[in-house]
């Protein structure tokens, strides 16, 4: 049973540039979570996709955006990269319905330089 | 506004040596409060959840319990493979499915 994957698993950009992440979620799960963690902090809420929509959305600016596709995978992407949008940035999916119990994906480490 | 605060920042045990992560929450109302362990270059992963004050959770050498501010992942004899991070997170009613994590504490135990 494959878990949360996600690509790539390194990238490094430089600042004004533009970026996609991607996700497949544990098979059966049909939501997708992103979130952001920097060093030394627990990860922060981006936002939640289920059936094609953005259902909640956090503290995060409109240069992220992202996207779920019939398969339920999804994507994020980030444009005008910052300095401070370096960080692990991690997928978690899950059932809708039963969003308590999240599954990680291992993350993709962005570097912005 | 919600809020998870873990303590302490880091903590070394040798092994065999007992102690306690200490989580407080400031909630609107909680619909569960979660922890996960973290290891270096990997994702968060998932070990309870707790719903209400005065439950308990355990698994091996690992129990949670909740009171109406705090829980406490109380660690009993670790071994160096218990070395992690262990986050804390909670969910809140009316805040529809967002999880809010601490910081977390980062456990080294020592052979």
């Known amino acids: 049973d494959a878990g949360v994957t996600q690509s790539p698993t390194h990238l490094i950009k430089t600042r004004g540039q533009q970026v996609t992440l991607r996700c497949s979620p544990k098979?059966?799960?049909?939501?997708v979570s992103w979130y952001q963690q920097a060093l030394g902090q627990g990860p922060q809420f981006i936002f939640q996709?289920?059936?094609?929509?953005?259902?909640q959305r956090g503290n995060f600016p409109d240069r992220f955006s992202g996207h779920q596709f019939p398969n339920y995978s999804s994507e994020l992407n980030v444009n005008a990269l910052l300095l401070g949008d370096s960080a692990l940035y991690l997928c978690?999916?899950?059932?809708?319905?039963?969003?308590?119990?999240?599954?990680f994906g291992s993350g993709t480490q962005l570097s912005v330089l | 506004e919600d809020q998870v605060t873990q303590s302490p920042e880091a903590l070394r045990l040798q092994e065999g040596e007992s102690s306690s992560l200490n989580c407080s929450y400031t909630?609107?109302?909680?619909?569960?409060l979660f922890w996960y362990r973290q290891d270096p270059g990997k994702g968060p992963e998932f070990l309870f959840t707790?719903?209400?004050a005065g439950e308990e959770k355990e698994k091996e050498r690992l129990k949670a319990t909740l009171t109406k501010k705090e829980s406490f992942l109380h660690i009993t004899a670790p071994k160096p493979e218990d070395s992690a991070t262990y986050l804390c997170?909670?969910?809140?009613?009316?805040?529809?499915?967002?999880?809010?994590f601490g910081a977390g504490t980062r456990l080294f135990v020592k052979a």
């Open positions: 978690a999916s899950s059932l809708w319905g039963d969003n308590e119990k999240l599954f």
């Open positions: 098979s059966g799960h049909d939501t």
């Open positions: 996709y289920y059936e094609e929509e953005e259902r």
């Open positions: 909630v609107s109302g909680l619909r569960g």
């Open positions: 707790l719903y209400s």
């Open positions: 997170a909670v969910q809140a009613r009316g805040g529809g499915f967002k999880t809010i």
